[in-house]
């Protein structure tokens, strides 16, 4: 005899397979009980099987002590067997059968009630529990929890329980409520303003309906590329939205956190998923100039055989960040800095989604919004944290928009290392080439506040002297060294004083470029063939020793000094070069500004 590992009933063991098939309905046995000459109490059955949870007694008449008091409760057994909570291992199983005039109740009534409000101190609390007309009173000395009723009969039990109404309505089982995770409720504007698809971008017209980049992506033809551009101009948003519009596996990573055996892997997971599912993979690298040059070569292989897609985004230039063999093999795409107009339409949008968490004041306002937007500079993420910030001061009591303005903090978009640096320098320079000491002084003021070094600026105001203002003004280069030399030993601040002064004096001196154009002029004969490797007249060269003057060299050479005024006639050019003029006459050119109102003339 075993018990039934479903409904704990008693089968016989050799039927035990056709029970648990006929849906425990049949082949049920209920042993007769031999009771013990010795105590008196049933003979005990071994079984085989043991359900997880702990079972069920028949019902039956408690017995009673020799006192005729009903026993106390025993301690409550946690199951065991293959699904419990410990090994497999034969118990032993009481079973009676219930006599004539105790039938067993019937099962119509709810198999389930609520515990109750306030249990005495001690007794065990169970999470099941089953009317008493269900469960009778342990005997004495059992160690057996009660059998949880079967969950189809719980759900027809609890439909026909009276005055009982279910959180869930309709006897469902109550939903639970979508709550942000902390990770959600961290994210700041200008994440949760991230836009989702291409219609979204504003300012892009790579992407814009008729856009090349967007031409591709709808026909499902997108290339490995790279988006160049300057911060906050949409390049992380863009990735995303090409994986989400093509339906591929979208794997972001960075040179800070992933090498290269990371990366072969990402790679081998994509062979895998392209042939088993032909879903393909986008892999996107932001900052993409940060990865070395064994980590980029690492990309070759994948992506021209096309396992992977690459996207990589870079504010740097790709011709001097990016390895030429990789960026052979990707499109490159330019970003356009957003213009006041469009980090304005953005700031609006972010405005209005938010009313549901913020309700508008008087002090983010248009003016303060087109503020915003003129101060971010082109750069959308940081106008949106801009905006956050001012709805966060706006609640804050005796707050108004000047108090708002002088929280921001200006972001000014320099690195020394970078295109802003070598632009900046740039226009520095061609400033004082136009004489325009306006413009002059204020990208020298934007260098000097973006923390650039004054001695290379200094350093550059040198090369000014002599290549623009040259032979016109002498003067200028004694200046230029004494600057830089003033900077060196004074320091900042108070080297910024040296600087303008040197750079106003270079702007306003009269330009000359004879001397820097004839040495350009002589570089270009040298790249003719053979005119490098020329020999040097006899009378020219060096004689050191009295051998070398034996073999003519610096024989017939007139001393310039030991003539009157230093006139002689002597040629000093090979041969070959005879008559060649290199240093023009003029100290600028000779063309014509067609957009000038009146025409300047030559000058000498």
């Keep these: 005899m075993v018990a039934c590992p479903i409904c704990d009933k008693p089968v016989k063991e050799a039927n035990i397979n056709s029970h648990i098939d006929s849906g425990c309905d049949s082949h049920i046995d209920v042993p007769p009980v031999e009771p013990d000459s010795s105590n008196g109490k049933p003979q005990v059955v071994a079984s085989f099987f043991r359900p997880s949870s702990s079972t069920r007694k028949e019902p039956q008449t408690p017995p009673t002590n020799q006192s005729g008091s009903s026993p106390s409760k025993g301690p409550v057994i946690l199951g065991a067997g293959p699904i419990g909570d410990k090994p497999f291992s034969p118990t032993t199983r009481n079973y009676q059968r219930s006599p004539p005039s105790a039938p067993p109740p019937a099962t119509s009534g709810p198999l389930r ?11 065990p609390q169970q999470t099941k529990t089953t009317p008493a007309s269900d469960v009778p009173a342990p005997a004495s000395g059992s160690n057996k929890r009660q059998r949880s009723p079967d969950p189809s009969a719980q759900t027809s039990a609890n439909a026909s329980i009276p005055n009982v109404s279910l959180p869930g309505g309709n006897g469902q089982p109550p939903s639970k409520r979508a709550k942000p995770n902390g990770l959600q409720r961290a994210q700041p504007l200008a994440e949760r303003m991230r836009p989702r698809t291409l219609d979204e971008v504003q300012g892009q017209d790579v992407v814009g309906p008729h856009g090349v980049l967007r031409g591709l992506i709808e026909s499902d033809r997108v290339p490995s590329m790279i988006l160049w551009g300057a911060p906050g101009t949409g390049k992380t948003t863009i990735a995303r939205v090409v994986a989400y519009m093509t339906g591929a596996r979208f794997i972001e990573i960075n040179s800070t956190s992933t090498g290269v055996a990371e990366c072969k892997k990402l790679f081998g997971e994509a062979k895998t998923e392209l042939g088993l599912t032909g879903r393909k993979t986008i892999v996107f690298c932001d900052e993409i100039h940060h990865f070395s040059k064994t980590q980029q070569d690492v990309f070759l292989g994948p992506v021209e055989a096309g396992l992977i897609t690459l996207i990589g985004a870079t504010i740097e230039n790709p011709s001097f960040k990016v390895q030429s063999p990789l960026l052979s093999r990707c499109r490159v795409f330019t970003l356009a800095k957003l213009t006041v107009d469009d980090v304005t339409a953005i700031l609006r949008r972010a405005l209005e989604a938010e009313r549901a968490n913020y309700e508008p004041t008087d002090l983010v306002d248009d003016d303060l919004i087109k503020y915003l937007a003129a101060f971010a500079d082109g750069d959308a993420r940081t106008s949106l944290n801009l905006l956050e910030l ?5 609640k804050r009591p005796g707050t108004n928009q000047e108090t708002i303005k002088s929280s921001l903090t200006q972001t000014l978009v320099y690195d020394r290392a970078g295109d802003q640096h070598y632009d900046t320098i740039s226009a520095f320079h061609k400033s004082i080439r136009g004489s325009d000491p306006h413009a002059a002084l204020y990208y020298l003021a934007r260098m000097l506040q973006s923390g650039e070094d004054p001695l290379y600026i200094a350093r550059r105001m040198v090369v000014i002297a002599s290549e623009d203002i040259g032979l016109a003004d002498n003067s200028m280069l004694p200046l230029a060294t004494s600057a830089y030399a003033a900077a060196e030993k004074v320091g900042m601040p108070e080297a910024r004083i040296n600087l303008s002064h040197c750079a106003v004096a270079l702007a306003l001196a009269k330009k000359s470029t004879r001397a820097y154009r004839g040495l350009n002029n002589a570089f270009e004969r040298l790249n003719e063939p053979g005119v490098a490797g020329l020999p040097i007249p006899f009378h020219l060269r060096n004689a050191p020793t009295r051998l070398i003057k034996e073999m003519g060299h610096g024989k017939e050479y007139k001393y310039n000094p030991r003539y009157v ?21 003029r100290d600028l050119g000779t063309e014509i500004d067609e957009e000038l109102d009146d025409n300047v003339g030559d000058e000498g």
């Design 390 to 394: 001012a709805m966060d001061l706006s």
């Design 565 to 585: 005024e230093g006139r002689v006639k002597q040629e000093y050019l090979p041969d070959e070069l005879r008559g060649a003029v290199f240093l023009e006459d």
């Design 113 to 123: 009630r609520p515990l109750p409000p306030n249990p005495p101190p001690g007794t």
